[in-house]
Structures are given as structure tokens and as C-alpha cells.
């Protein structure tokens, strides 16, 4: 079955303005009109005609706290200006978010916001994207994968290692030298993060302040901090992947007889909002999700307003730190 991209090839215009002169808008001569429904013709392609106002969105996931707070939130936004939206779910792979990409643009969306693992390969096909199509796309970067950002559209990337360093600079100042790092396999970026930050505070860390599994969420956090309690000598302070690991954590932390921040401070990243309402709240480092919603669907709508904007905006977001009450000063070091 054909597809608008065959379409548009055929009669060699773009996605876009095949889209448009199907739809009998007026920015399309006569001319490039007759061109495409010839195109359409000739390749039996079936047009579903409608108005548009659709808007693509594409997630790693919908399941973790952050990127559901960030769909749901753009989603607001769009609705209340009028857009429906298309949700897809690229389960953290490139593939997959290349893939969703591509049936976004074969559904002749408006628009399309990507949350991207920030892969080379998925900067290219957005290049690629460029020459064939000028629809309007927003990517915001977490950089799971690299910081590739596709230099022909609009960009927010979210700089996780300045966030790391601000909240290692913190404990340092409170007077922790021992400090370890837990994690799952889906973020080990920060990891690195982690241990390039402890480079730079001269803090005597190494790869086995790294504790990483497969296990996810609280329950990752959890498991991987039983394994931290195992250690001979006990860390003064744990630095959590994101806040649900932080919170799982503190549970194993409390479990043991141990007190939040009395014997152990914790950190998380990401500041959710759940953080600040803790029975101890969480101190945490992150750019609000719903402010990066906010700043990204707003972008967008101003593309969709104004075709003709022609300076594309590349922005580093520097995550903040919540000093809340989950982590104080050394008192004394503490032993097994």
C-alpha cells in the first residue's frame, strides 16, 4: 500500500506539501496541486482528508514518574490549543524511536515533540528528515545515549553532568568524602556522570562506588542499596540514580537501623514531585518536568504559528539542587 511519502517523491515535493495539496490548502499553486493529485492517482494512494491538528509525541517510556509527568503535561498544553496528539513509546531504543519518528510523518502530524536518548544515529535520520519534510519538530535530550542533537530543528538538552557535579559539590561541603553511587542499566549514563563529577571535587571515588542492576524504580533502589549495607565500612552519603531509587533507599536504609541523614544522607535526581512530600524529604537535583513540558510545547506551537522562523534554538538546561531534608552535615564516620 502507498504511502504520502511515496506520494511526495512521485511528484517530487515534499511530505509536507504533498500533505497540503491533498488537503486543497491554498499555500499550494494549481500547478504543484494537479502535480501531487496526479502522484496520488497514479499510485492508487487513499487519503483519509481532514483538517489536521495533530500532534506526535515520543517517549522512552510512560512508566517512570518523569517521562509520565512530561507527556501528560505536553499533552495539556497542546490540547488546550486545540491539537490532539499521537503518543508513542520508544521502550528506550533508537530503532524504535527512529520507527515512531517515520509513522508520524507517514500520519501527517503537525508536529512532533520527541524526548530523545540522544543516539548519533537517530541526529541523523533527523537530518535526513529535514531535506524530505518540513515539519516542525521539537527534541528534548536526555542524554541516555550522547548528547547528539540534530542540528536542523529546535533542541533542549537537559546537561545531567552539571546537575551531578552541583549535588557531589553540595555533599562535599557538608564534609562527605564517602560516597556512593547506585543506579539501573537504563541510567548508567550517570554513572559515568557520577564518576567524571568526583574527578573534578578530587573525591576519592571509583568504580566500586558504582552499584548497578537490572532491577528498576524503588525496588532497584531498594536492592541496590542492601547491597551497599553490606560493605565492610558504610558510606556517609548514597547518591541515587533518580528519586524513585532514592526512595527505595531510604527504605533499606531504615530497615537496617539507620537513620536518613543521620548516618546516611541521600540524593536523587530528577526532582519529582513526590520528593518534597516524603516522610523525610528528598534533597534532589533536576530541571521540573513540567517546566521543560512547558518550554518544549510552547516552541513547537510557535513553529506551527510562524512558518517562517528561520533561526533554529539549541538550549542547555541546567538542572537546579533541592536542599531538603535528607541530607546534613558529617558528624562522624561511621563503620559496619
Known amino acids: 500500500m502507498p504511502k504520502l511519502i511515496d ?67 505536553i499533552q495539556n498544553i497542546l490540547f488546550r490549543s486545540g491539537y490532539l496528539t499521537l503518543i508513542g513509546f520508544s521502550n528506550f531504543s533508537t530503532v524504535e524511536e527512529i520507527k515512531l519518528m517515520q509513522m508520524f510523518v507517514e500520519k501527517n502530524v503537525d508536529g512532533i515533540i520527541m524526548v530523545r536518548l540522544g543516539s548519533e544515529s537517530s541526529a541523523v535520520e533527523l537530518e535526513k528528515l529535514k531535506k524530505k519534510s518540513d515539519i516542525a519538530i521539537i527534541q528534548i535530550v536526555l542524554p541516555t545515549e550522547g548528547n547528539n542533537i540534530a542540528a536542523v530543528y529546535d533542541g533542549y538538552i537537559v546537561d545531567e553532568e552539571h546537575g551531578i557535579y552541583i549535588a557531589l559539590e553540595y555533599l562535599k561541603e557538608l564534609g562527605h568524602e564517602k560516597i556512593v553511587f547506585i543506579t539501573e542499566s537504563l541510567s548508567k549514563s550517570r554513572a559515568g556522570f557520577f564518576l567524571d563529577s568526583a574527578k573534578k571535587l578530587d573525591l576519592n571515588v571509583s568504580d566500586s562506588d558504582v ?22 565500612e558504610l558510606p556517609t552519603a548514597v547518591f541515587a540514580s533518580y528519586d524513585n531509587m532514592a526512595i527505595g533507599a531510604m527504605r533499606a536504609i531504615k530497615e537496617a537501623g539507620l537513620e536518613v541523614p543521620g548516618n546516611i544522607s541521600v540524593v536523587g535526581f530528577d526532582a519529582i514531585q513526590a520528593a518534597r512530600y516524603l516522610p523525610i524529604s528528598l534533597t534532589t537535583v533536576g530541571v521540573p518536568f513540567e517546566k521543560l513540558a512547558k518550554i518544549s510545547a510552547e516552541s513547537l506551537l510557535g513553529r506551527l504559528k510562524t512558518s517562517n522562523l528561520s533561526s533554529i534554538i539549541h538550549v542547555t538546561l541546567k538542572p537546579d539542587l533541592y536542599v531538603r531534608d535528607s541530607t546534613s552535615a558529617i558528624k562522624t564516620m561511621r563503620a559496619k
Do not use: C, W
Open 7 to 73: 506520494v511526495a517523491n512521485y511528484a517530487n515535493v515534499s511530505i509536507s506539501t504533498a500533505s497540503k495539496a491533498l488537503n486543497n490548502s491554498p499555500e499550494i499553486s494549481k500547478e504543484t496541486a494537479n502535480r501531487v493529485m496526479k502522484a496520488a492517482r497514479e499510485l492508487n494512494y487513499i487519503f483519509d482528508r481532514d483538517n489536521g491538528r495533530t500532534i506526535g509525541i515520543i517517549a522512552p517510556e510512560a512508566i517512570g514518574n518523569d517521562y509520565s509527568v512530561l507527556v501528560h503535561n
Open 211 to 232: 552499584f548497578m542492576g537490572v532491577e528498576r524504580f524503588e525496588l532497584g533502589g531498594y536492592l541496590r542499596m542492601k547491597e551497599v549495607l553490606q560493605r565492610k
